[in-house]
Structure formats: C-alpha cells, structure tokens
Nanobody, 125 residues
Framework: QLQLVESGGGLVQPGGSLRLSCAVS????????IGWFRQAPGKDREGVSC????????DYAESVKGRFTISRDLAKNTVFLQMNSLSPDDTAVYYC??????????????????WGQGTQVTVSS
C-alpha cells in the first residue's frame, strides 16, 4: 500500500525554522516526483515545492524561494522540506504528495495521486 506520512510541524516564532519530513512506503522515490503543498485558513491549497524522481531537479513557489529547500534521502525513504525565515504567512497545513513519473507540477493538485494527512505549521509570536 502506497502511503505518505508527514511530520515535523509545530509552533514556531517568526524568523524561526522547521524541517518537515515525508516518510513514504509502498513505492520507490526514484520513480515518483514528490510535491509539498500547503493550505492556509480561507485559502486554496497551493504548491510549495517539488522534487523530481531524479532527485536533482526541483521547483519552488516564488514566495518561498531562498527560504525553503526540498531534499530526499533514498535510504530513509523520506523527503524533507527545510523551512527557514518563517513568517505568519507561512502558517498552514502542509501536505506531501506523490506523482508517478519523472516530473510534477506545482500548478495543479490533481496531478498527484497520493497524499499524506498533513501536518500543521503555525508561525506566531
């Protein structure tokens, strides 16, 4: 069974950092692109970052470029999202998702077939 489980969310002050983890099972990361999405209160779910199945090519939303970094550890079957310089605008439930194939897009959540349950990130002073 293909599953994704997010962890690492929590409460952090503005300017702080968090590292989210997406533990996957039932599939190999080198055949799936993995995306991170977030949904803030009153807003649609939006793409944050993705990493291609080659583990090299990545993409970021303009709002997080220079602050967030996506990476993966094949041995641990885990994808990470390092989030630095957090602001209240980053408050949201963060989800990881898998798209079969080499690449994925941040423009449509419907390109992703498998989703985790999400982890809450709250940035507040």
């Amino acid at each position: 069974q293909l599953q994704l489980v997010e962890s690492g969310g929590g409460l952090v002050q503005p300017g702080g950092s968090l590292r989210l983890s997406c533990a996957v099972s039932g599939f190999t990361l080198d055949r799936y692109a993995i995306g991170w999405f977030r949904q803030a209160p009153g807003k649609d779910r939006e793409g944050v970052s993705c990493i291609y199945s080659d583990g090299v090519n990545t993409d970021y939303a303009e709002s997080v470029k220079g602050r967030f970094t996506i990476s993966r550890d094949l041995a641990k079957n885990t994808v990470f999202l390092q989030m630095n310089s957090l602001s209240p605008d980053d408050t949201a439930v963060y989800y990881c998702a898998a798209s079969y194939g080499w690449s994925s897009s941040l423009n449509s959540i419907y390109e992703y077939d498998y989703w985790g349950q999400g982890t809450q990130v709250t940035v507040s002073s």
